[in-house]
């Protein structure tokens, strides 16, 4: 039964799943302006550090007040309407809740919210993809021994992926690559919230005028985000990263499978099977022709030379050899289809894209010298960014994750461009993902040792 067909019939039945929503910002809010047309999901609960600026957010996406009134869950379930609070472990303990959605983007509380809502016999959809990356694995396999789904977020880019991968895969193809486009050059790694509009290509004031997080969207800019996203995707289909992160090759739609082919076959991949963010813009700053800034890909190698021929037939942008082909993805909608996760998780008991081993992390660089004392600010910051690394590199460096260095004080000084380690700082409330994180390290045993 396909997934429009399951919940038409669950809200014939008077049983449509019942979601609780963690966030309401951009990503939250893209999955809200939905929810009035979804058929079959009734949003029980929207749990956010500020209930004035979720109502904000609900009335900047076009629902009227009345559908936002419920004063607890019980009245929620019985009117059809939403409760809008503060307390994200109240909307998780609901009993009719049966998906829980993290778009908080702490990963800190995303691995709080996750751990609780799968003692709580919920499905986790986890559009928090820094927490994903950070202990995701550990998340998935605590999910798999309660009986509930743990699901990377569709319409997000690291679900898009898997999905090729998946199907890829299914097709009897060998992936030599997967995975986005960006917009990227090497200097945009010092990039600050104060630089990041100039960057990213956004107005100020269109970015003040729609309240946009600076520091998020320097995220995207500084190579951290890439990270974090190909970390996911890595540990959630078995390709890798190489040996030095991402290279960020400037690459068009037509000329995927001729760059992200193996080097031994021409192109600038590390190893076949690799992990690879492309620019939209090539080394002096000039635009890539048909750029995939904002989709996605994946490079199949066709097996035998029948398969090869059809690949050029059907009109796939193939390589020199004939050999490689690409398909690709050219959007993702993030929070507009975050539905189908939902959907998946509840309907079918099946993610869209789950962390199955630890095979990537992201860790943190300095963008600058950093000195004793100084606290860093994480993400997106002024401090950091994240750098894609093989896991058992980064287990072996001691290297500090990205997703723990908002708050950590740095204790001894620590180069520009040098990876910061554990050893080098102090952390803030991390005991909960510390503890996971010491989970996926035997996955390494030689390296971390």
């Known amino acids: 039964m396909s997934l429009y067909a399951a919940l038409a019939k669950r809200a014939r039945d008077g049983r449509p799943v019942r979601v609780g929503l963690i966030?309401?910002?951009k990503f939250g809010s893209m999955f809200l302006a939905q929810v009035p047309t979804m058929t079959g999901v009734h949003v029980l609960a929207i749990a956010d550090l500020s209930v004035e600026r979720a109502r904000a957010a609900l009335n900047r996406v076009g629902w009227d007040a009345a559908r936002a009134a419920a004063a607890g869950i019980d009245r929620a379930l019985r009117d059809g309407t939403t409760w809008?609070?503060?307390?994200?472990?109240?909307?998780?303990?609901?009993?009719?809740?049966?998906?829980?959605?993290?778009?908080?983007?702490?990963?800190?509380?995303?691995?709080?919210?996750?751990?609780?809502?799968?003692?709580?016999?919920?499905?986790?959809?986890?559009?928090?993809?820094?927490?994903?990356?950070?202990?995701?694995?550990?998340?998935?396999?605590?999910?798999?021994?309660?009986?509930?789904?743990?699901?990377?977020?569709?319409?997000?880019?690291?679900?898009?992926?898997?999905e090729l991968v998946d199907w890829a895969r299914a097709c009897g193809f060998a992936v030599a690559a997967a995975g986005?486009?960006?917009?990227?050059?090497?200097?945009?790694?010092?990039?600050?919230?104060?630089t990041v509009w100039a960057n990213f290509g956004i107005d100020p004031d269109e970015a003040a005028r729609d309240r946009l997080n600076a520091q998020m969207f320097n995220s995207f800019i500084d190579g951290t985000k890439s990270a974090i996203e190909m970390c996911a995707v890595?540990?959630?289909?078995?390709l890798t990263p190489a040996p030095g992160g991402l290279t960020f090759p400037p690459c068009g739609t037509e000329e995927l499978a001729t760059v992200l082919r193996p080097s031994s076959h021409g192109?600038?991949?590390?190893h076949a099977g690799q992990v690879e963010v492309v620019s939209s813009l090539?080394?002096?700053?000039?635009?890539?022709?048909?750029?995939?800034?904002?989709?996605?890909?994946?490079?199949?190698?066709?097996?035998?030379?029948?398969?090869?021929?059809?690949?050029?037939?059907?009109?796939?942008?193939?390589?020199?050899?004939?050999?490689?082909?690409?398909?690709?993805?050219?959007?993702?909608?993030?929070?507009?289809?975050?539905?189908?996760?939902?959907?998946?998780?509840?309907?079918?008991?099946?993610?869209?894209?789950?962390?199955?081993?630890?095979?990537?992390?992201?860790?943190?660089?300095?963008?600058?010298?950093?000195a004793p004392g100084e606290?860093?600010?994480?993400?997106?910051?002024?401090?950091?960014?994240?750098?894609?690394?093989?896991?058992?590199?980064?287990?072996?460096?001691?290297?500090?994750?990205?997703g723990l260095a908002h708050g950590a004080r740095i204790e001894r000084a620590v180069a520009k461009g040098a990876v910061v380690t554990l050893k080098d700082v102090t952390l803030a409330g991390a005991d909960q993902a510390l503890a996971l994180r010491r989970e996926l390290a035997p996955a390494h045993p030689a390296r971390a040792a």
Request: net charge negative; with cysteine; aromatic share 6%.
């Open 375 to 402: 606290v860093l600010d994480g993400e997106g910051g002024y401090s950091v960014w994240g750098r894609l690394s093989p896991a058992a590199d980064s287990i072996a460096a001691g290297a500090l994750p990205i």
């Open 23 to 25: 966030g309401a910002g």
């Open 234 to 238: 890595a540990n959630a289909t078995g």
């Open 282 to 370: 090539q080394r002096d700053g000039s635009r890539v022709e048909r750029d995939l800034r904002h989709g996605v890909y994946v490079v199949i190698e066709a097996p035998n030379d029948y398969t090869a021929r059809c690949l050029r037939q059907y009109g796939l942008a193939i390589d020199p050899s004939g050999r490689f082909a690409a398909m690709y993805k050219p959007y993702h909608l993030i929070g507009l289809e975050l539905a189908v996760s939902v959907a998946s998780a509840a309907l079918r008991g099946e993610p869209t894209g789950a962390p199955a081993a630890f095979r990537a992390d992201a860790v943190a660089v300095a963008k600058r010298a950093l």
């Open 84 to 162: 809008v609070c503060d307390d994200p472990m109240a909307v998780i303990a609901a009993a009719p809740v049966e998906v829980v959605i993290d778009a908080t983007g702490d990963p800190l509380a995303g691995v709080r919210h996750a751990l609780a809502a799968i003692d709580h016999g919920k499905h986790v959809v986890m559009v928090n993809v820094e927490a994903d990356a950070l202990v995701g694995p550990a998340l998935a396999r605590r999910a798999a021994e309660a009986g509930v789904v743990y699901s990377l977020a569709y319409g997000d880019q690291p679900a898009l992926i898997c």
């Open 180 to 194: 986005k486009g960006t917009k990227y050059l090497p200097a945009f790694h010092a990039s600050t919230p104060e």
């Open 267 to 270: 192109g600038s991949l590390h």
